[in-house]
């Protein structure tokens, strides 16, 4: 008898294993489709979001399709290179704006020439990389359905261009429309929410105001915006800095700059629009829905509405542990290549 017990316990809990595996695997979720539009230069938090979706398509969390700059300084695609170089993706499409806003570091270093200067990269300018608007086309078209989320750190200089962009070799469908097929939502970090409904002249709305209000207005998807802020009250790279990770892009850039005045870290604007575009919003923040407004000098205001496409975050996750949450991932280093 208690040997027919024991065969009926065993079978159960294999049964149970194999019930737990099975599901486990039927419940792998598939890395999040991620075009990343960045004004890396002006600030070196892009440095640290570039790190941060890096580190999460080694983990398997995103595929990166495609890095875009829509600043056209000749050092924004240099930067964004070595950075993909470094993490073993050399081969990530890399396009640029070549009109428009045009801005280098206000830092005493210049880390945008430090970086090109110590790590390893193919694209020497901005002006050799293809156009932005082409390369989005031809990552867009090539995505299923309702798979793609653009992630935007900077002006919308690019996003208003593919909007207005007509059919093409890669696509029939002209930019708008190719957007409402192919991108599930935007995610920006742009503009100012708090307190709701006053007005905010944020960076990257009013460098490029006419591209802000397009985009705003006609962009045909969700869009999720972390304003300024949220950013501004997480301040990372002391951690980076101080410890005994080497010679990794977002290290060299931090160090250079935090000892010129960042002494308790730097704000972290960007990487929270990254963690948004990977992982959503639930974990770490609540969000407000509405409608952005913005005016011809690049202010914003908001208008709350349940039924709203555009919403913004506010904090959920205590802004220490969110901190925490980010720089572990800006210490980020190259996932090892496998043997031959």
Not at 23 to 39: A, H, N
Not at 313 to 321: A, C, R, S, Y
Request: aromatic letters at 8%; one cysteine or more.
């Amino acid at each position: 008898m208690k040997k027919n017990v024991s065969k009926t316990v065993v079978l159960t809990l294999l049964a149970s294993v194999f019930c737990f595996f099975a599901c486990e695997q039927k419940t792998v979720t598939p890395p999040v489709s991620i075009i990343f539009d960045t004004d890396i230069g002006p600030d070196y938090d892009d440095v640290g979001a570039m790190t941060l979706l890096h580190a999460m398509a080694d983990s398997g969390e995103v595929k990166i399709l495609a890095t875009l700059s829509c600043n056209v300084n000749e050092n924004t695609v240099p930067c964004i290179d070595v950075i993909n170089h470094y993490y073993g993706r050399p081969d990530i499409p890399v396009g640029a704006t070549h009109e428009g806003v045009n801005l280098t570091t206000w830092h005493k270093v210049k880390w945008t020439e430090a970086l090109p200067a110590k790590f390893p990269h193919r694209l020497k300018s901005t002006a050799e990389a293809p156009d932005a608007v082409q390369v989005y086309r031809r990552a867009l078209a090539a995505e299923p359905d309702t798979s793609v989320v653009v992630v935007t750190v900077g002006f919308l200089t690019n996003l208003a261009a593919l909007l207005q962009s007509p059919a093409d070799q890669y696509s029939e469908l002209n930019g708008r429309d190719l957007v409402h097929k192919k991108v599930k939502h935007l995610v920006s970090m742009a503009g100012g929410f708090e307190p709701d409904g006053k007005s905010f002249r944020e960076f990257n709305v009013y460098c490029d105001s006419t591209a802000s209000i397009t985009v705003f207005e006609t962009w045909p998807t969700r869009i999720i915006f972390t304003g300024f802020e949220i950013g501004r009250k997480i301040l990372t790279g002391k951690r980076l800095i101080a410890s005994d990770i080497q010679n990794t892009p977002a290290k060299e850039a931090f160090t250079l700059c935090l000892k010129e005045g960042d002494f308790n870290g730097r704000q972290s604007w960007d990487q929270t629009a990254v963690l948004i575009g990977a992982r959503g919003t639930d974990r770490y923040f609540n969000t407000v829905k509405g409608c952005i407004i913005v005016a011809a000098d690049g202010s914003n205001t908001w208008q709350s509405d349940v039924n709203g496409t555009h919403e913004y975050v506010t904090f959920k996750m205590p802004v220490d542990e969110l901190t925490r949450v980010i720089e572990d991932m800006m210490m980020h280093e190259p996932k090892p290549k496998p043997k031959q």
